[in-house]
């Protein structure tokens, strides 16, 4: 707990296309205190889950311009969320690729993003380049990574996904590196 949270947030620079998905996880009041009796989790809602609803949305992009990937936990999976992580890229008109998700549409009338996309509810999950397949692998691998903990505080979901995303980064770098990298991020 004490490693990731001398984490820093990585900062979110886009240079090249990039894909962006979202996945709700399970994360919700452990280990504080509750104002309330504990929910019934037998009969679950369905539907896309909301922060306080203890499935909070978390962002993956997929730069594949540069190669990195970042992972990030919001509020809420809207709009002006959506925007804020597209924010900082190096291009004129940055190329987006996501999935049919309503909340991405006013991409398409921005000139600072070309917005292509899939509808996978339409059966749809790559057309040529067109796809969101990285960030769902990704995704994969962030529900991987949080289920041994059984349930995460929303408190601690950041420092969770940070320790993720050194630990995924750290992969993808030989030896000498990998070493070097986990040093600089934790000091």
Known sequence: ???ARALDA???TLSGPVEIDEVYVSAGLKGRERDQESRSRGLSTRGRGSYDGDKPPVFTLADRGSGDRYVVPAKSADESTIRLLLADHNKESLTVYTD???AYDPLKEDDAFTRKYVVHSDGE???GDIHVNTCESHASLTRRWLSPHRGVSKDKLTPY???FQLRREL???PGDDALKHAI???L
């Open 1 to 3: 707990e004490r490693f």
């Open 10 to 12: 990585p900062s979110i």
């Open 100 to 102: 049919g998700f309503r």
């Open 125 to 127: 999950y790559a057309d």
């Open 161 to 163: 996904l940070k320790a």
């Open 171 to 173: 992969y993808r770098k």
């Open 184 to 186: 600089d991020a934790a």
